[in-house]
Nanobody, 118 residues
């Protein structure tokens, strides 16, 4: 059974930081493309950042310079370090795992709420 479990969300003031974690089980983590997506109320889910099996990161323009994605294959875990948070970063953040093969299933976590507010 595949499981992706996110943690680390919460309430933070503008300009603050949070570190999200997503620990996986049931997949060969090292070969998966791992991503963080987010969905704000009334909006579509959007890609925040991805990291390949070779540790190459990719970021959405709206988080470049503020967020850093990383992975620890020994711990089957992907992280999202979020700095200089803004109110518009408020959303549910989801972890995603995809093997990078067209047509292959991907997997999602249950999400963790991030709220940026004073």
């Amino acid at each position: 059974q595949v499981q992706l479990v996110e943690s680390g969300g919460g309430l933070v003031q503008p300009g603050g930081s949070l570190r999200l974690s997503c620990t996986t089980s049931g997949i060969n983590f090292g070969v998966y493309l791992m991503g963080w997506h987010r969905q704000a109320p009334g909006k579509q889910r959007e890609l925040v950042a991805q990291i390949t099996r070779d540790y190459s990161p990719k970021y959405a323009n709206f988080v470049k310079g503020r967020f850093v994605i990383s992975r620890d294959n020994a711990k089957n875990t992907v992280y999202l370090e979020m700095d200089f948070l803004k109110p518009e970063d408020t959303a549910v953040y989801y972890c995603n795992a995809w093997p990078g093969i067209s047509g292959a299933p991907d997997y999602w976590g249950q999400g963790t709420q991030v709220t940026v507010s004073s």
